[in-house]
Nanobody, 121 residues
Framework: VQLQAYGGGLVQAGGSLRLSCAAS????????MAWFRQAPGKEREFVAA????????YYAESVKGRFTISRDNAKNTVYLQMNSLKPEDTAVYYC???????????????WGQGTLVTVSS
């Protein structure tokens, strides 16, 4: 599967953004999906994950209550709604896919190219 993430940009602290990740192919519902992020000078970290049908979701503690992951299997797309953004949310955000439900484990088989989110204070 090929993944294309988009929707990043510059936003002020307290603002919102919605990231999207479009997947190629006709078997999108076979993949569990996730978002990770990597800030400058830091290692990639888990943000959120969602099961194949969307019935189960997982979040990093740092984004719980502010971010929401969802998916539309008819559109082959996974979303990350980000509210109450903070400067520390600044990072390149990557979507990832795997047949297994890995939740926060960084061993997803497929990765998108990333989209930059910058939150100004």
């Amino acid at each position: 599967v090929q993944l294309q993430a988009y929707g990043g940009g510059l936003v002020q602290a307290g603002g919102s953004l919605r990231l999207s990740c479009a997947a190629s192919g006709r078997t999108f519902s076979s993949y569990a999906m996730a978002w990770f992020r990597q800030a400058p000078g830091k290692e990639r970290e888990f943000v959120a994950a969602i099961s194949w049908s969307g019935g189960s979701t997982y979040y990093a503690e740092s984004v719980k209550g502010r971010f929401t992951i969802s998916r539309d299997n008819a559109k082959n797309t996974v979303y990350l709604q980000m509210n109450s953004l903070k400067p520390e949310d600044t990072a390149v955000y990557y979507c990832a896919a795997d047949y297994k439900l890995l939740a926060g484990k960084p061993t997803y088989h497929y990765w998108g190219q990333g989209t930059l989110v910058t939150v100004s204070s």
